[in-house]
């Protein structure tokens, strides 16, 4: 069994300690995080280390990553440590539950696919993709890298999500849409139509709404403790 490090010390980390302790898919080593943010050293039970020390605790080659942190800033932060690490030679896990059916292709790492999470056939995952329990993603889909999906949320066949995109918890993308790079897809919605770089999507009511953003901007949007807006 490799070895692992959990990057972070959040709640988001106590999930993926047990979800990975539940079904022994690594030996988890401890934590990790940015030195100003290193208040105790031990979490868990396990010691805590500073980031920039990691190279010094474990074997590049061997050892592995995994960045616990889900969608603040519109995936930014899970994004930007993930390219931060991958750059100094880092290599990560990819964490998916013996209970998903993942029919498709996984061409990236550190991405988190859950419990009865079904990828449908040729459908395409990329890099640090978060999945959590019951999605469905159709076959033939082409999902970027550092997207978010939330629970219960469907793909139908045949779309393309874009890059940094979040699909909130029980929403419904219908076959064949493409939704852009750094889009919102609200919670509970039913995405008919494409939608174009740096929108929001969500369903008031009985109306859609859709406003789009600039490209930073649109991180401002979905942040943790605020409401899309």
Same mark, same amino acid.
């Given at each position: ?10 709640? &988001? ?20 995080? @940015? ?7 031990? $979490?868990? /039970? ?34 930007? &440590? ?7 030679? $880092? ?7 013996? &209970?998903?059916?993942?029919? /498709? ?38 999902? /970027? ?14 779309? &393309?999500? /874009? ?11 219908? @076959? ?47 942040? $943790? ?5």
């Amino acid at each position: 069994m490799k070895n692992i490090i959990i990057i972070g010390t959040s709640t &988001t980390s106590i999930h993926v300690f047990n979800f990975i302790n539940e079904y022994q898919l690594y030996n988890v080593l401890g934590f990790a995080v @940015d030195r100003e943010y290193l208040k105790d050293n031990l $979490f868990l /039970g396990l010691p805590v280390y500073a980031i920039d020390e990691l190279e010094n605790i474990i074997d590049k080659k061997n050892d592995l990553l995994f960045i616990a942190m889900l969608w603040n800033k519109l995936n930014f932060d899970r994004k930007k &440590t993930y390219e931060k690490l991958k750059s100094k030679g $880092f290599n990560f896990a990819n964490l998916i539950s013996p &209970t998903a059916k993942f029919r /498709g292709k996984l061409i990236g790492d550190n991405c988190w696919i859950h419990d009865y999470v079904i990828v449908q056939n040729d459908a395409i995952i990329g890099t640090n993709v978060i999945m959590m329990a019951f999605t469905l993603i159709g076959a033939h889909c082409k999902i /970027g890298a550092h997207c978010f999906f939330g629970a219960k949320s469907t793909v139908g066949g045949g779309c &393309t999500i /874009g890059e940094q995109t979040f699909v909130g918890i029980n929403t419904t993308i219908f @076959d064949d849409r493409v939704v852009g790079t750094k889009c919102i897809v609200a919670a509970c919605t039913a995405l008919k139509r494409d939608l174009s770089d740096y929108s929001v999507c969500k369903t008031l009511l009985e109306s859609m709404i859709i406003k789009t953003y600039s490209r930073d901007e649109i991180e401002s949007k979905l942040l $943790f403790n605020k409401n899309v807006h």
